[in-house]
C-alpha cells in the first residue's frame, strides 16, 4: 500500500537448532590456543595467520572448519574470519525467542562442544528441549553425520508434537 504502514505480526511455529549454537565465536576461541585469540583480537594478522596456517596444515578440522567459514562469509583471511564470528551470538537475543525450540546437541561434537546447552538455558522465555544424540546410536557427531535418519526421526516426532498442540 503506497503512502500508509501496515504491521502485522508473524510467529514461527517452531524453530530446530540442529546443534544448536550459543556463541559461534566463543566455539572458535576454544579451539584455538589462547595467544592465537589474543593475536587475532589485538589485530596482529601476520602472526596469527602465520600460525593458523601451521595449525592447519595438520589438523584437518581446522583446515575444513576455516576454509569452509572463509568460503561461507565470503571473507578473505582467517583473522577476518575470527573476527566476524563475534557477530555470530544469540546473546543478545536468547530472552526474545518465544517460539518452541528443540535443540539438538551431538554427544561428540568436535566443534561446538556445550554450545547446545548454552543456547537452551539462554532461550528463558521459549519452550526448550534438548535432545543430545548418541554414538551408541551412530549420531554421536556435529550434526548427526551418519544416522541422518536418527536425526530426522527426532525432529519429525518433535513438530508432530509442536504442531499437533497448536493446531
Known amino acids: ?19 544448536g549454537v550459543h556463541d559461534f565465536h566463543a566455539a572458535l576461541a576454544n579451539m584455538m590456543p589462547p595467544f592465537l585469540s589474543k593475536w587475532v583480537d589485538e589485530g596482529n594478522d601476520e602472526a596469527a595467520e602465520a600460525v593458523l596456517g601451521l595449525l592447519m596444515a595438520v589438523n584437518t578440522q581446522t583446515r575444513w572448519a576455516v576454509r569452509n567459514g572463509l568460503w561461507a562469509l565470503g571473507i578473505d583471511s582467517p583473522s ?21 525450540v528443540l535443540v539438538l546437541d551431538a554427544e561428540n561434537d568436535q566443534f561446538f562442544k556445550g554450545e547446545p546447552a548454552r543456547a537452551a538455558e539462554a532461550m ?3 519452550k526448550t528441549t534438548l535432545v543430545t544424540l548418541y554414538g551408541a546410536d551412530g ?11 536418527r536425526a530426522n526421526q527426532v525432529m519429525f516426532d518433535w513438530l508432530d508434537e509442536q504442531l499437533d498442540t497448536q493446531a
Open 80 to 100: 577476518e574470519l575470527a573476527r566476524a564470528f563475534k557477530a555470530y551470538t544469540i546473546a543478545d537475543v536468547a530472552d526474545r525467542i518465544t517460539t518452541p
Open 139 to 149: 549420531a554421536g557427531e556435529h550434526c548427526h553425520m551418519g544416522a541422518a535418519s
Open 124 to 126: 528463558v522465555n521459549a
Open 1 to 19: 500500500l503506497v503512502g500508509r504502514a501496515v504491521a502485522f505480526e508473524k510467529r514461527l511455529a517452531a524453530v530446530i537448532l540442529n546443534d
